[in-house]
Nanobody, 125 residues
Framework: QVQLVEPGGGLVQAGASLRLSCAAS????????MGWFRQAPGKEREFVAA????????SYANSVKGRFTISRDNAKSTVYLQMNSLKPEDTAVYYC??????????????????WGQGTQVTVSS
């Protein structure tokens, strides 16, 4: 069983930066794809970014490409999401997620087995 804890989040102005972190415990972090998703009020949870365990490659939603960067520190069992040039439309609850051990999928909600509690990010205009 993997537990994911996400401190961080907050209220920032448009154009600002924010870094989210997600600490994992209780499982083998280094062999799991890790992802970030977000959910705005009245909308479905959507993919934001992912980083693969196998080669460290990353993938991003088009809406955040060039502004957000996902990274991982296997020694600390932590995944990060650096968010720059934030926009009001980035406002949402952000969730980190851990995929199944050794799995290859990374961009769909159903490909993740464990989820953090979510952290609110609000970007004011």
């Amino acid at each position: 069983q993997v537990q994911l804890v996400e401190p961080g989040g907050g209220l920032v102005q448009a154009g600002a930066s924010l870094r989210l972190s997600c600490a994992a415990s209780g499982g083998t972090f280094s062999r799991r794809n890790m992802g970030w998703f977000r959910q705005a009020p009245g909308k479905e949870r959507e993919f934001v970014a992912a980083i693969k365990w196998s080669d460290g490659s990353t993938s991003y939603a088009n809406s955040v490409k060039g502004r957000f960067t996902i990274s991982r520190d296997n020694a600390k069992s932590t995944v990060y999401l650096q968010m720059n040039s934030l926009k009001p439309e980035d406002t949402a609850v952000y969730y980190c997620a851990a995929a199944g051990y050794g799995s290859s999928g990374y961009s769909r909600v159903y490909e993740y087995d464990y989820w953090g509690q979510g952290t609110q990010v609000t970007v004011s205009s």
